[in-house]
């Protein structure tokens, strides 16, 4: 009764391994990556610091899933990951010895931050891809989307009981030094999990074939035009909604408090969703959250006030989920539809990495540019609505996208062995 499969609802090995890595890394961000913004905030009073981290980061994701198909091939999925995995360790071990310096050093920070992540996410997507199908995929997701808000629920507000606690030990960054220090230990543990992930090798990328698949493969257009507005949006409502609610809510362990009870609120939804959802229902579902999330996003910015603050949480709780889960199964699906999906699958996660990543680039540019001649907290507030318009595009365009069954079938896939 305790093997994997049992303890992960009937998911391959791989895939059980790999949802208790990325929730070892989700509790790391959760730490930490929730208070990152205000640390760099409280140092400079400025967002253009924070902006040139998450602009550089931005950058060098798809650069890495690159350089990782065409350099550092042989190294497998399972290392791809725990590089990434130390690389981000090593990027708030960095920033705990800076500390109030840290902004200055955020060109550094931000292309190690990149590189990290993207040398992570390179073999987060092959093994989610070579590790399910589409019939347990809903599972999968909705399996991570609830070990996420069970974190969610317990760790931002315990972060920010140690951050508030800590100053009045040690001063104002005290209690940041000891959040950073204990997700760089929670990431090093994470990578002695990766260990058991598989090495998921894949042939040398074409970036003539990465170019072409939308000819390829015409569903892809779709997932084309949707990442591009998920990365250009995507990064736009991180950058300022963190900073927004510090200044209505007044210290990190409000904002801590918050983010717990909306992980919360969103366990019950994805338990639900990971143990009922069907293919046929991901669209429907995706529309009922991405209006739910749109209709925050604009009750946030025309009020700022703790009121509008607990409606927008209680509006993203419920429809992050719904959204997220239905959807993330979908590009995998347009996938399966390849001729060759085994053989083609890494050069269709690199595209869409860079879909995303000029999206995230073009708004953060977008952004700099506007930040020096406007009042920051307005321009924070307009991207906010803005950016909130997104979850309907991406729905628009993923619902372009036939939801007949895919050409592969997993089950006939042989898994690599171990990295």
């Known amino acids: 009764m305790f093997r994997p499969k049992v303890l992960s609802g009937g998911l391959d090995r791989g895939a059980s391994c790999m949802v208790l890595v990325h929730g070892a890394y989700t509790a790391a961000n959760l730490l930490a990556g929730t208070f990152l913004s205000i640390f760099l905030w409280r140092a400079s009073h400025d967002l253009t610091p924070i902006a040139v981290y998450s602009g550089l980061s931005a950058l060098m994701i798809p650069a890495a899933f690159v350089a990782n198909g065409l350099v550092w091939r042989g190294i497998g999925a399972g290392a791809s990951i725990r590089l990434g995995l130390f690389g981000c360790g090593l990027s708030y071990l960095l920033i705990l010895m800076l500390g109030n310096d840290a902004p200055h050093w955020v060109v550094v920070l931000g292309l190690l931050r990149g590189v990290s992540e993207g040398f992570y996410w390179s073999g987060f997507h092959l093994v989610s ?105 995507g990064s736009l409502i991180g950058l300022v909604l963190t900073i927004l609610m510090f200044l209505v809510l007044k210290n990190e362990q409000q904002v801590g408090n918050f983010n717990g009870l909306m992980g919360l609120l969103g366990v019950g939804i994805s338990l639900g969703l990971a143990a009922f ?82 999206g995230r680039v073009v708004s953060i540019g977008c952004f700099l540019l506007l930040a020096a001649p406007m009042n920051q907290m307005l321009l924070a507030r307009i991207v906010v609505v803005v950016a909130g318009a997104a979850p309907i595009l991406i729905w628009a365009a993923f619902a372009r996208i036939p939801q007949a069954a895919a050409m592969g079938d997993a089950e006939n896939r042989v898994l690599p062995a171990a990295a």
């Open 129 to 233: 891809y070579d590790t399910t199908s589409d019939r347990d995929r809903d599972r999968y997701f909705g399996a991570q989307a609830t070990a996420g808000g069970i974190l969610t629920a317990t760790l931002p507000p315990a972060a920010g009981a140690i951050i508030v606690a800590g100053s009045h030990v040690g001063g104002t960054y005290r209690g940041y030094q000891l959040v950073f220090a204990l997700s760089a230990v929670v990431l090093m543990a994470a990578m002695v999990l990766a260990g058991r992930l598989p090495s998921s090798a894949r042939q040398r990328l074409s970036l003539r074939r990465v170019a072409t698949l939308a000819r390829r493969n015409p569903d892809w257009r779709w997932v084309t035009r949707a990442r591009l507005a998920d990365g250009f949006t």
């Open 277 to 358: 959802m069907k293919p046929q229902h991901r669209i429907a579902c995706a529309l009922v959250g991405g209006a739910l999330l749109v209709l925050s996003t604009f009750l946030l910015p025309l009020y700022l006030t703790a009121w509008a603050i607990v409606g927008f949480g209680l509006l993203r709780a419920i429809g992050g989920p719904l959204y997220g889960n239905a959807l993330a199964p979908v590009a995998l699906q347009v996938i399966d539809r390849d001729p060759t999906p085994k053989a083609m699958r890494y050069d269709y996660i690199v595209h869409q990495e860079l879909c995303l990543g000029i």
